[in-house]
């Protein structure tokens, strides 16, 4: 696991950007999982950035959201697929029919779940997944007490999150109970995986996360079982790490060929 303490949540995002550029440049036809919410805003920008002014070139490349809300459209200002349109796939150019979010319209849930299951098996699974952090550790939306080998379900949000993702609804506009996510298991079997928390908000998550016992009550902690997970923090997000002098101190003296 690699934990980097980024002086701002900017260079934290560009680092996340070069990654992304570095393995889409060696695999034209890779397979990204992509995140929604505040924290990979900064990331796209620089993608777009890539892409329009170093000809950084998505039109090989596969894409599967997180999790969408139950119940919301494409249409809908607040939906995930929306989100993604506002702040990326509209400026790059990703072909629409390798685009992939979960259906928040799905009639029968289950199946469109295993639905999505499957496409992400036959797409030759995630190259490398984007994640952020809720403030009670949960990665997509598994919430604290979620199993660890779960796949692609409905699940009901907390509270604390609905208040946390109030800010993307229209005032007096209701965040919906449900949504529909990629499991902690299907993360898992994503071949590399970078999570993104900013903050003093998520420097509790990001410190059980990181330092603490795995356990489903903060779900990022099993990516401490991940071959390949990137954690990328700020000052503020990484102001309760106990070994915050170690991971500064690794990423100083990385080998020339470990740098992206
Ligand atoms: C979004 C998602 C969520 C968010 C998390 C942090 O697709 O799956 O897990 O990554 O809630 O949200 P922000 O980045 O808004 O703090």
């Not at 929306?82 to 289950?110: K, S, Y």
């Not at 999150?161 to 109030?166: E, G, H, L, P, Y």
């Amino acid at each position: 696991m690699e934990v980097i303490i980024n002086p701002t949540p900017e260079a934290a995002s560009q680092l996340a950007a070069r990654k992304i550029a570095a393995l889409v440049r060696a695999n034209p036809g890779s397979v990204l999982g992509l995140a929604t919410g505040g924290s990979p805003v900064a990331v796209y920008r620089e993608l777009i950035r890539m892409h329009q002014q170093e000809g950084l070139d998505f039109s090989r490349v596969t894409t599967f959201n997180l999790d969408e809300y139950l119940g919301l459209g494409p249409a809908h200002p607040a939906s995930y697929f929306n989100f993604m349109w506002t702040n990326l796939f509209q400026h790059i150019n990703v072909r629409p029919e390798r685009v992939h979010l979960p259906d928040g319209l799905a009639e029968n849930v289950p199946a469109s779940c295993l639905a999505y299951e499957n496409a992400i098996r036959e797409a030759g699974g995630i190259d490398l997944q984007l994640l952020g952090i809720g403030s009670d550790g949960h990665i997509a939306f598994n919430e604290p007490a979620s199993s660890l080998s779960s796949r692609t379900r409905i699940k009901t949000l907390t509270e604390r999150t609905r208040s946390d993702n109030a800010s993307f609804f229209g005032e007096g506009e209701e965040v919906p109970h449900h949504v529909i996510t990629m499991g902690v298991g299907t993360i898992m079997e994503a071949r590399e995986v970078v999570l993104l928390g900013f903050g003093k908000g998520k420097a509790d998550a990001m410190a059980a996360a990181i330092e603490g016992p795995v356990t489903q009550m903060v779900p990022a902690s099993a990516l401490q079982f991940h071959e390949r997970a990137c954690f990328l923090l700020d000052e503020a997000s990484s102001s309760k790490l106990q070994r915050g002098e170690y991971y500064r101190h690794v990423f100083a003296n990385k080998p020339a060929w470990q740098r992206v």
